[in-house]
């Protein structure tokens, strides 16, 4: 079985640009969240996906960062402008249920390693 | 207080030794609880669930303290595959919580 397709693998920018991120999910996996880590840190949930509703973007910096999930399969992450802060691990991560369900298995892809600069 | 608080470690042991990790919760109202497993510069990977009776998979034992708000986890005959981070996870209503995690090194 196919695992969570992350692409691309690393992405150096400057600050002020943009960037976005990609991803597949298992298939049938309804449920879709991004983390970022950043180093040192636990994985931090900035946005959860059911089908192609958003249950929580309650950590998401809207000011500048942006996920969608048009066809409740694929994602993209789009963070405008990028700062130096954003630098970090972007992990993708799929479920076959929300995690209000309490099966706690989340499938992650490789990650999306952002360096700013 | 973060939500969920680990021992950062490092923890360097011997092979064959026993460790024991902690990890504290700050939302009394948390549903459920994991640990997982995170090697050098890859993704994170379910370790195993902690139920209230306390579990174990094979050297690994898990404990949850609902009364205290901290679960555990304990590693017997400790092997050099064995070393990686342990996240410790906690879920809520619609989300879980990741703890920064816990360094082992099982040295030979």
């Known amino acids: 079985e196919a695992g969570v397709a992350q692409s691309p693998r690393y992405k150096i920018i400057e600050k002020r640009q943009s960037v976005a991120f990609w991803c597949n999910p298992i298939s049938g996996h309804a449920t879709l969240y991004w983390y970022q880590q950043i180093l040192g840190q636990g994985p931090k949930l900035l946005i959860q996906?059911?089908?192609?509703?958003?249950?929580?973007d309650s950590q998401l910096p809207k000011d500048r960062f942006s996920a969608e999930r048009l066809k409740g399969v694929d994602s993209t992450l789009k963070i405008q402008p990028a700062k130096l802060e954003d630098s970090a691990v972007y992990l993708c991560a799929s479920s076959l249920a929300p995690t209000s369900a309490g099966t706690g298995e989340l499938f992650f892809g490789e990650g999306s390693r952002l360096t700013v600069l | 207080r973060k939500e969920v608080e680990q021992d950062p470690g490092p923890f360097n042991v011997p092979e064959g030794a026993t460790v024991a990790f902690n990890c504290t919760y700050s939302n009394s109202a948390s549903q459920s609880f994991f640990w997982y497993r995170q090697d050098c510069r890859k993704e994170p990977k379910l370790l195993m669930s902690?139920?209230?009776s306390g579990n174990e998979d094979g050297r690994f034992t898990a404990q949850l303290n609902r009364a205290s708000q901290y679960i555990s986890l304990l590693i017997r005959d400790s092997k050099l595959s064995d070393s990686a981070t342990y996240l410790c996870?906690?879920?809520?209503?619609?989300?879980?919580?990741f703890g920064a995690g816990t360094r082992l090194t099982v040295k030979p």
């Open positions: 996870v906690v879920t809520g209503n619609n989300d879980m919580r």
């Open positions: 996906f059911q089908n192609n509703g958003v249950v929580d």
């Open positions: 902690v139920y209230s």
